[in-house]
């Protein structure tokens, strides 16, 4: 079983749509969950820290659920410019690699 | 601005031979880490370095090596290239070993293998 699992996606969505990933992760000693987003070819970049509490930024809405071991990306009012793979990641302590999922890869369209 | 920098963008180079490539952060980072990111797959730590102190992750082949001369620059060495090396190499710095604290990536040096 993978760390970090995600939706594998693709997900096909209209502009202004609302858009919601799911990840799970298997080890509960895990402390430190972020999402970050990769375009084509490109590199890693975060998007949002996830905290326990919920955290939003804008149109993404970040949740984390310990109990359940389950992390949660939400996005409204898609844009184009979303379009993108995004990678759901958990360190589970300090000195040691991000862990990252697969990723998950969302296309927006006119 | 860029802040985590790596050279070049693109390499290519001939099975088996020696390949360098170089990473430089003006974050002032302690740590500094290379991760391999094969096509399709997720990004892999192959090492860290924590100011001076190299830690090697447990699968990482050693084929494999780094050099961090100062806190700035660090480096990856491929000895030996096999095809299988072929994949994109990012570099990331952070500022402690604070599993709280994301990791800021450079754009990546994708290398090929002839």
């Known amino acids: 079983r993978k760390e970090v699992e995600q939706d594998p996606g693709p997900f096909n969505v209209p502009e202004g749509a609302t858009v919601a990933f799911n990840c799970t992760y298997s080890n509960s000693a895990s402390q430190s969950f972020f999402w970050y987003r990769q375009d084509c070819r490109k590199e890693p970049k975060l998007l949002m820290s996830?905290?326990?509490s919920g955290n939003e930024d804008g149109r993404f809405t970040a949740q984390l659920n310990r109990a359940s071991q389950y992390i949660s990306l939400l996005i409204r009012d898609s844009k184009l410019s979303d379009s993108a793979t995004y990678l759901c990641?958990?360190?589970?302590?300090?000195?040691?690699?991000?862990?990252f999922g697969k990723g998950t890869t969302l296309s927006v369209s006119s | 601005d860029a802040m985590v920098i790596q050279n070049p963008r693109y390499q290519v180079t001939q099975f088996g031979k020696p390949v360098t490539l170089s990473c430089s952060q003006t974050l002032n980072h302690n740590v500094m880490y290379w991760y391999q990111q094969k096509s399709s797959q997720a990004p892999k730590l192959l090492f860290h370095y924590y100011d001076k102190d190299f830690n090697n992750e447990a699968d990482t082949p050693d084929n494999f090596q780094s050099r961090r001369p100062n806190t700035s620059f660090c480096f990856l060495d491929i000895r030996s290239p096999g095809l299988g090396d072929a994949a994109m190499y990012l570099c990331?710095?952070?500022?402690?070993?604070?599993?709280?604290?994301?990791?800021?990536f450079g754009d990546g040096t994708r290398l090929s293998i002839l």
């Open positions: 990641v958990a360190r589970h302590q300090a000195g040691t690699a991000l862990i």
């Open positions: 990331a710095t952070s500022p402690e070993l604070i599993s709280n604290q994301p990791q800021h």
């Open positions: 996830v905290y326990s």
